[in-house]
């Protein structure tokens, strides 16, 4: 049963507040705003009661008394801007992602439950979620079916009825990603039963079909696909639109393909662009330093889109897709009061911006914090374990081999450990994945991170799992043991001396830093592991994909060596 988001006696006070009753709370005058539906900008005037709009058009009200007037002569007004698709959970957690993005304008976040789903019970995740209703922010979820990756209890926890709780709540608005479509292809009907479950809710589905052929295109969309984000060309993107997904069009440090994206729209004049959204795809810290959905819109605009589509596509167009434009994404009666006040549109970071009502920055000075929230069904990581030396053993005949940042292939191991020390002449590296419980693990060698580094320990992946790298494994104990010390977190080590650290305390995967403190800890690590022969783009994606058996061609995952095209393991975890 879908919540009303106003009770009978709000709604009867904002229809006294046309009636001339009662007085609106804030009234932005001479107001030049984007119209969605009209797709121009129209001047008026924009009454606000408490959360929401409940005029907008040529009228003053009656009744003032005790009123905000905001005179925005000059300026110009669009929606807050929604992201459609985003990991919360890449070294920020919700509650910081989201103070950080609702100074530039992101007041809308549709998010990744994945994190929630691994570490905590479905009871102890809906209590968060509901602490951050609660704030003048709009939080809505992802319900995944699979874990991207391979797991030794997937079936126990991907269960139906634990994604039908999460299908069941109204501010679930989409079920996916779908990583795990092959599954489906080779005939789980689990899988086809929850995606006909979401599709009976009213959810959305999300697909990952990179590089996917028209034939794969059209299998998923007969299995119930709505969207996709994962368009890499402008053919790409047509093909998509052809079978008919919503096409969400990606910025992101280890894919910044907007700008050829668009270039290329525009070239071929595809007329799409009221069919088109924006995302950054959850991006790591050191990205969002040049903004979130505002650094979407200031890319359409800086190829040629014309403002009013570049804005829609970052806010109506996505409001719209997701069946929740009579509350956001559109300045007009009846939606929520979620406003960014503009120098102009050639400007998309704002000067003020109001979500639900509430002040978050005002003439260019934050005012409000958004805070209060409790994580502590997070369990912390407390490792209950010791590594040594016996643990590190390495005789893995092939080992895995980075292409860049995120793509590995198995390669054959021609060097020998020297009393567990490996030469800096080459860019292979010891690697072991580490079960957070203490259980078993996978050790192999990994050949592209990087060919200077000692140790190397990390708590943040995939599955919260425990990852090593160095060419030294006294070093990589070191590592791990003041990661141990720190109850999560990102350590390298040097010598016996600690170089960099990113403390994680919630659950091992998540900071409680503001994201600007974040970026400058992730750059100045990326600074130390680039000294230190890492030469791809972005090594928290690394970390976090070195799982994921949705990205060719090996993995190392929680069953162990796992071979992404043939679908088997080949080398086994080992149990401690």
Request: aromatic share 10%.
């Amino acid at each position: 049963m879908l919540e009303p988001n106003w009770k009978i006696t709000e709604l009867r006070k904002q229809v006294a507040v046309i009636d001339g009753k009662t007085a609106p709370t804030i009234v932005i005058t001479n107001a030049r705003y984007l119209h969605s539906m009209y797709k121009k900008w129209v001047e008026g005037n924009i009454w606000i009661l408490g959360d929401r709009i409940v005029y907008a058009g040529p009228k003053m009200p009656v009744n003032i008394e005790g009123t905000e007037i905001v005179d925005a002569s000059g300026k110009t007004i669009v929606p807050g801007y929604i992201e459609p698709h985003v990991h919360p959970f890449q070294l920020y957690n919700p509650q910081t992602l989201a103070d950080y993005a609702a100074q530039l304008g992101t007041t809308t976040l549709i998010s990744d439950n994945l994190t929630f789903f691994l570490h905590t019970t479905n009871e102890k995740a809906f209590s968060m979620l509901d602490q951050l209703k609660k704030l003048p922010f709009s939080f809505y979820w992802w319900a995944r079916f699979d874990s991207q990756t391979e797991l030794h209890d997937e079936h126990k926890l991907f269960t139906p009825i634990a994604i039908h709780d999460w299908l069941e709540r109204s501010d679930v608005l989409m079920g996916g990603e779908l990583t795990g479509w092959p599954k489906l292809v080779a005939g789980d009907d689990q899988m086809l039963y929850s995606l006909q479950e979401a599709h009976m809710y009213g959810k959305k589905i999300e697909a990952h079909l990179p590089g996917s052929s028209s034939r794969t295109l059209a299998r998923l969309k007969l299995f119930g696909a709505d969207g996709d984000h994962e368009a890499m060309t402008v053919e790409e993107v047509e093909n998509r639109v052809l079978h008919g997904y919503g096409v969400t069009l990606r910025h992101s440090s280890i894919r910044p393909d907007l700008p050829d994206l668009l270039k290329g729209i525009l070239e071929k004049d595809l007329n799409l662009f009221d069919h088109l959204m924006m995302t950054t795809d959850g991006a790591t810290p050191s990205f969002y330093k040049k903004g979130i959905m505002d650094q979407c819109i200031q890319v359409a605009l800086d190829a040629g889109v014309d403002p009013i589509d570049a804005y829609q596509m970052a806010s109506y167009n996505i409001a719209r897709y997701y069946n929740m434009s009579d509350v956001h994404g559109f300045i007009a009666t009846g939606r929520f009061a979620t406003l960014n006040i503009l120098e102009d549109e050639y400007h998309p970071v704002p000067e003020s911006v109001l979500s639900k009502g509430v002040w978050l920055k005002r003439d260019g000075q934050k005012v409000r914090t958004l805070e209060g929230v409790d994580f502590s069904a997070l369990p912390p990581l407390n490792l209950s374990f010791d590594l040594t030396e016996e643990d590190c053993q390495f005789s893995m005949p092939f080992g895995i081999e980075m292409l860049n940042d995120v793509i590995t292939k198995p390669y054959k191991v021609s060097v020998h450990p020297n009393h567990g020390h490996l030469s800096e002449e080459h860019d292979e590296c010891f690697l072991m994945l580490v079960d957070r419980k203490g259980q078993w693990r996978v050790n192999t060698l990994i050949k592209g991170f990087a060919n200077k580094l000692q140790g190397f320990a990390s708590s943040y992946s995939s599955t919260g799992d425990i990852i090593l790298i160095g060419k030294d494994i006294k070093e990589m104990l070191h590592a791990f043991n003041v990661m141990k010390e720190m109850n999560g977190g990102i350590v390298l080590v040097e010598s016996g001396e600690v170089i960099e650290t990113i403390p994680l305390p919630l659950c091992g995967g998540l900071s409680v830093e503001p994201v600007e403190h974040l970026i400058q800890q992730q750059n100045a690590l990326a600074n130390a592991l680039a000294e230190r022969g890492y030469a791809h783009g972005d090594a928290i994606y690394t970390l976090l994909f070195l799982q994921s058996t949705h990205l060719p061609y090996v993995r190392i995952t929680q069953q162990g060596i796992y071979e992404v095209m043939k679908k088997k393991v080949l080398f086994p975890s080992l149990m401690r």
